[in-house]
T-cell receptor
Framework: DAKTTQPPSMDCAEGRAANLPCNHS???????VYWYRQIHSQGPQYIIH???NNETNEMASLIITEDRKSSTLILPHATLRDTAVYYC??????????????FGGGTRLMVKP | KAGVTQTPRYLIKTRGQQVTLSCSPI?????VSWYQQTPGQGLQFLFE???????NKGNFPGRFSGRQFSNSRSEMNVSTLELGDSALYLC???????????FGSGTRLTVV
């Protein structure tokens, strides 16, 4: 799986958009970008994933650059409950042939009132 | 639908003992993975089971083992516990369709 680089920490004001960047310059053509977050002492929670098109769901939006070497997770209206560590992972969805996630250090997002 | 259930939530053991942790995946999920999380090493992959077979294994000593039953429930075992085994152990289940993993809340193991 390709390596990712994320800033170790970020702050965001409550109600504002939180934009979390991720660099994955060595991503290969069949690797997807996944985002998870982990709220203190809980298991990681799946947020969103994408291949090359921008994706949106009820939690967030994922913007992937045209060359796919970087992406941005957007939380449109951050709340205090969004304070967590956010992990960007790139991998091939191996389906039933084998699954594992390689977590980096992630970005610790602090949403402030 | 019910999420991933891990038991127990907390556990305290002494050095040299062994421990067994349990994970019940989401109904219909056949892939179960285990992860160890420590402050120093972060989240690290232990192993993954699918249809009762171990398919992937991380870089952990042989003291760490696991198994999966026919109903997809999984257990992991750590023998001869060391202080450094103190960690949050997380289980994740997947349908295998590339739509992401669902993690349990974890078992926090403290070795004293």
């Amino acid at each position: 799986d390709a390596k990712t680089t994320q800033p170790p920490s970020m702050d965001c004001a409550e109600g504002r958009a939180a934009n979390l960047p991720c660099n994955h310059s060595t991503i290969s053509g069949n690797e997807y970008v996944y985002w998870y977050r982990q709220i203190h002492s809980q298991g990681p929670q799946y947020i969103i994933h994408g291949l090359k098109n921008n994706e949106t769901n009820e939690m967030a939006s994922l913007i992937i650059t045209e060359d796919r070497k970087s992406s941005t997770l957007i939380l449109p209206h951050a709340t205090l409950r969004d304070t967590a560590v956010y992990y960007c992972i790139v991998r091939v969805p191996q389906g039933n042939a084998g699954n594992m996630l390689t977590f980096g250090g992630g970005t610790r997002l602090m949403v402030k009132p | 639908k019910a999420g991933v259930t891990q038991t127990p939530r907390y556990l305290i053991k002494t050095r040299g003992q062994q421990v067994t942790l349990s994970c019940s995946p989401i109904s219909g999920h056949r892939s179960v993975s285990w992860y160890q999380q420590t402050p120093g090493q972060g989240l690290q992959f232990l192993f993954e089971y699918f249809s009762e077979t171990q398919r992937n294994k991380g870089n952990f000593p042989g003291r760490f083992s696991g198994r999966q039953f026919s109903n997809s429930r999984s257990e992991m075992n750590v023998s001869t516990l060391e202080l450094g085994d103190s960690a949050l152990y997380l289980c994740a289940s997947s349908s295998g369709l590339g739509d992401g993993y669902t993690f349990g809340s974890g078992t926090r193991l403290t070795v004293v």
